[in-house]
């Protein structure tokens, strides 16, 4: 089955002027901005459950300061990494299809993503996280 | 051929594609914001809204960077 997802994924980002989605352009655009969304989402989520801070938890449900600065660098990195698909994908002419490096850019931003979901201590709040974006720590 | 036969199969393709949209999303992203963001999307697309949303993602993402950037260095 994730076999036949991921041709599907290949042949929806690189079918040229696939009406229905608006072509590998949109569904590269439609797939960028759903990762801004949730890193914004984890950074926020995150940044209010440091240790010390104010409306945090105690330990152990807060992220104590190392932590923090290792799931910051982490999403640092991610998002550095979205910002050149955003700029790869800007650049693609419409209806032309997706160069490899979009797709080998969002594998490491979601191994980044993944790494982040790791370091956040289980508790309501990340439990709470993964609900609403639909995430799994794998 | 006829048209109206067509017309069908055309339909039948698009409905299947968009149902598998949502699941080849999160294989993507690993994010059901994917899902709720290309299904915004989807009803008006265009190159200049994606092009629009393109620069609007890029300024997210760079207060995201310049966040993290700066709380990878907190010291408290």
Redesign the interface.
Known sequence: M?RL??V??VA?LALPGC????GP???A?????????????I?QTE?AI?C?RAGAPQAPLCVP?ST??QI??H??DA??L??RV??V??ALP?GTPTPPEVFTL?VQ??AL??DVLKLLPSGKTRAALLQ?????VR | MDLAKTIAQGTQIATVAANLMPTVIRLITGSAAAWNAFAALVKEHGDAKDMAALADARARLQLVYEVAAREAQATQ
């Open positions: 994730r997802l991921a599907l994924l929806a009406a229905s989605f608006g352009k949109h569904v655009t439609v797939s960028i901005v759903g990762v801004t969304s949730t890193l914004e989402l950074q940044m440091v010390g300061l923090h600065r910051s660098a999403l640092r998002a550095g979205a910002i955003t700029d994908t800007s419409v969002m931003v979601n993503i993944q609403q974006t639909g995430l799994e």
